[in-house]
């Protein structure tokens, strides 16, 4: 494990209190049946397994989870999905930054929270960085208010709250999707399901952007909804301290959303703890919000079945060019990304179709990664395990379909981000693919594979 250590003596203080522990806790476990299951725990959004000599495994929400890096890391995250008991047992390391990683969550997980994450967006200095500006924290609570109303007519009793530290949450309660998870697991088409229904949600949060900025055009450039639901998407606990702030998540009111800084300042008060005690503590299921969802589930399922029959009969590993390729080969649309000031909407698409470019044109992951993080680091742009999800994971994107609005992500698309300009080389490749634009190896054996 990377040794930095990011806690200081007042996040220790903060997370070894007995009541703060007791909360985040309980959120982060859960019975089904004679089943015990788990969120797996993340510090500061960068350590997701307690490494051993020879093993590497997920961190568990359980005690000495929470003790282990709460100890070291100053943000707790954990994700919103449960997993089953036994897969913080096995062994990861095999799987870890290999297409098998995502088949492995998907298989091992029992229950999905749905994450509207809203962001306080800013044109510098990153996501929530502006979030004291009145203007912007009116922009968010609103924005806030306007999903929890739309979600609350599907599932009144199961809509919760946050206030994040530069934005907030709300989430829907996993027991919303009870019933879908259960035939989900009872089918020969259970991991298609499972994607299906992320991918969904995040259709669903792209209309709400759309909705919210028809409604609100004076605001809607200072907030939205990031559409990044998928299995291993993690978010803030509840009452985690900020990555840059003083403040820790704390509930807000579901008819009120307003956002207290005070009140999230550390210490947290004895009546906020008071108000953590049943948060996410009821949920029920909601067969309505499924049909709503219904027909993007239906059509998502269906990608997904060509997506596995595809790649069973060409395989689904990206090839990659044997020698890198260098910056000056690079396409019209990378380098736009490489050298864009700021991200704002469409900024995660923007990242993974970097990441998978890097993949494919030869780069190693080392050198990848570190142009990587220097692009998200000047956007402001939350990661999470973004990188590791697409480089040397995916297949490079085809022109067609960056240029395609493929409804959010987790699909990409360069459609409104400015990028695409094509030249001369671009007409040369037919616009196929950034990587052959790059790599005229890989534009070659691409005749070979059509044949």
Avoid at 207 to 233: G, H, M, Q
């Amino acid at each position: 494990m990377n040794q930095c250590r990011t806690s200081t003596k007042a996040t220790r203080e903060h997370y070894a209190r007995p009541e703060i522990k007791e909360t985040i806790l309980r959120i982060s476990s859960i019975s089904e049946g004679s089943q015990q299951a788990y969120k797996w725990l993340n510090g500061d959004s960068w350590n997701w397994y307690e490494e051993g000599k020879d093993s590497s495994k997920a961190w568990q929400g359980n005690d000495r989870g929470y003790s282990r890096i709460t100890g070291r890391h100053r943000t707790l995250y954990h994700t919103t999905t449960f997993f089953k008991e036994t897969l913080f047992g096995e062994n990861i390391r095999p799987h870890k930054h290999t297409p098998q990683m995502l088949a492995v969550s998907v298989e091992n997980c029992i229950g999905m929270s749905a994450l509207f994450d809203i962001d306080a967006k800013a044109a510098e200095g990153g996501h929530g960085s502006n979030i004291h500006e009145p203007e912007v924290k009116r922009a968010v609570e609103l924005l806030t208010k306007y999903v929890i109303d739309y979600l609350r007519q599907f599932a009144p009793n199961s809509v919760y709250a946050a206030f994040s530290g530069g934005g907030t949450y709300v989430l829907l309660h996993h027991n919303v999707f009870k019933g879908y998870f259960a035939e989900a697991l009872e089918t020969e088409e259970a991991m298609g399901k499972i994607k299906a229904l992320p991918k969904a949600l995040n259709k669903l949060i792209e209309r709400l952007n759309a909705e919210f900025r028809e409604k609100y055009p004076d605001l809607a450039e200072f907030a939205s909804i990031d559409p990044i639901n998928n299995p291993k998407r993690i978010v803030k606990t509840l009452l985690s301290v900020h990555k840059k702030y003083d403040y820790a998540v704390i509930p807000l009111d579901l008819n009120n959303p307003i956002i207290d800084f005070e009140a999230a300042t550390l210490p947290i008060s004895p009546d906020v703890l008071e108000s953590c005690k049943n948060w996410y503590s009821v949920g029920e299921e909601s067969p309505e919000l499924i049909r709503e969802l219904s027909t993007d589930l239906k059509d998502l399922e269906f990608e997904e079945r060509r997506r596995a029959k595809y790649a069973k009969e060409y395989g689904d590993k990206p090839i990659v060019a044997s020698e890198a390729c260098t910056v000056a080969s690079f396409p019209p649309c990378i380098r736009g990304i490489i050298t864009r000031k700021t991200g704002g909407v469409g900024a995660t698409r923007a990242l993974a179709t970097l990441a998978a470019f890097l993949g494919v044109v030869g780069w190693s992951k080392e050198d990848a990664k570190t142009l990587f993080d220097f692009v998200a680091n000047r956007w402001g742009a939350e990661t999470s395990n973004l990188f590791d999800s697409w480089f040397d994971a995916k297949k490079c994107p085809s022109c067609k379909y960056l240029n395609t609005d493929n409804g959010g992500y987790p699909h990409v698309d360069l459609l409104n981000f400015g990028v695409c300009k094509p030249d001369q080389r671009c007409q040369t490749v037919r616009r196929t693919s950034p990587a052959y634009y790059a790599s005229h190896e890989l534009y070659s054996k691409s005749f070979k594979i059509r044949r």
